[in-house]
């Protein structure tokens, strides 16, 4: 299956708490991106490092909810459209900040500049600017650290299409995490053709949820999400 059947298929919501469909459910977004928030081969169930975080912290709570797994430039603006939204695993960038309220973090993660292999590694983030060119996915986290920082950045709908414009030539470089690249090169089989160059971000990645969302139930959320 291609990234691109896979986005597809995953724009309905396609996993539900037992609770989905009262009024008092909260609408999860987030993207399928493992090992922290992915799709299992079975097409409904959602899994993850912080997939499961999340769902034994809204058990504990007593909180109803219902997880939608889609594209991460619109997991984000339904988070920050809907009401009774939240979105995961996301980075708490400057630009963010006034858009949600910021739960907890649910997981973690490494930015990297994965390039060709054999291309030259750069020593710091110095050296990419100047036109050089990072493919990042639509909306996400790292390619927005990049572009606040004066990069060079040029966005597109997946990994893939990131990982194959490089090894193209159609940019220098990819900004993904550690976890993320490592998956999608493992996925594509290109683990000899691409690699990890230098790491220039650590991030948390949190809950966070649109502003309507009772401020009682993101104190619950809280809560339940202390270690």
Known sequence: MTTRKVVTACAAVLAFHAYAGTNDTLVLYTENS????????????????????IEAAFKKAGIPY?????????????AKMQANACVYSTAKLPERESSF????????????????????KPVSLDEVRGGKAVCSLLGDAPGRFLLADGMKVVSSESH???????LRGFADYWATSLLAGTAEVTRLG????IVPLIQ???????????????????????AALQP
């Open 34 to 53: 493992a090992p922290n928030n992915y799709l299992a081969e079975d097409g409904k169930t959602v899994r993850g490092i912080a997939t499961e975080k």
């Open 66 to 78: 219902a997880i939608n797994v889609t594209s991460w430039s619109r997991a984000l603006n339904m």
């Open 101 to 120: 309220q910021w739960v907890a973090p649910v997981a973690q993660s490494d930015w990297y500049l994965w390039g060709k292999v054999g291309s030259l």
């Open 160 to 166: 893939e299409i990131c990982a194959r414009n490089v």
């Open 190 to 193: 290109l683990q000899d053709q």
């Open 200 to 222: 220039f971000h650590h991030q948390d990645l949190y809950l966070a949820c649109n502003p309507a969302v009772p401020k009682a139930t993101v104190e619950q959320m809280k």
